[in-house]
Nanobody
Framework: QVQLVESGGGLVQVGGSLRLSCAAS????????MGWFRQAPGKEREYVAG????????YYADSVKGRFTISRDNAKDTVYLQMNSLKPEDAAVYYC????????????????WGQGTQVTVSS
């Protein structure tokens, strides 16, 4: 089993920045991909960004490309999501997820999920 704990959410003004963290524990050696997803009220959960734990390859949703950066620190079993130039439409609960699958982070099935962290963007 893998446990994921997100942190770093909060309230930020439009145009501001936040950095989310996701700390993994347990059988972290089994993780191949990690990703960030988000879900706004009344909307389906959507993919935001993913990273291959091994070579660090990153994959972004078009809506965040150029503004968000996903990174990892394997020594700390932690993945980060740096969010810049935040927009009102970025407000959502952000979830960290881990996958033991070997496909690309955008399309692989995720086995483990964190509890989520709220990001609120005020105008």
């Amino acid at each position: 089993q893998v446990q994921l704990v997100e942190s770093g959410g909060g309230l930020v003004q439009v145009g501001g920045s936040l950095r989310l963290s996701c700390a993994a524990s347990g059988r972290t050696f089994s993780i191949y991909n990690m990703g960030w997803f988000r879900q706004a009220p009344g909307k389906e959960r959507e993919y935001v960004a993913g990273i291959r734990r091994g070579d660090g390859s990153t994959y972004y949703a078009d809506s965040v490309k150029g503004r968000f950066t996903i990174s990892r620190d394997n020594a700390k079993d932690t993945v980060y999501l740096q969010m810049n130039s935040l927009k009102p439409e970025d407000a959502a609960v952000y979830y960290c997820a881990a996958s033991t699958g070997t496909g690309t982070p955008r399309y692989v099935a995720y086995n483990y999920w964190g509890q989520g962290t709220q990001v609120t963007v005020s105008s």
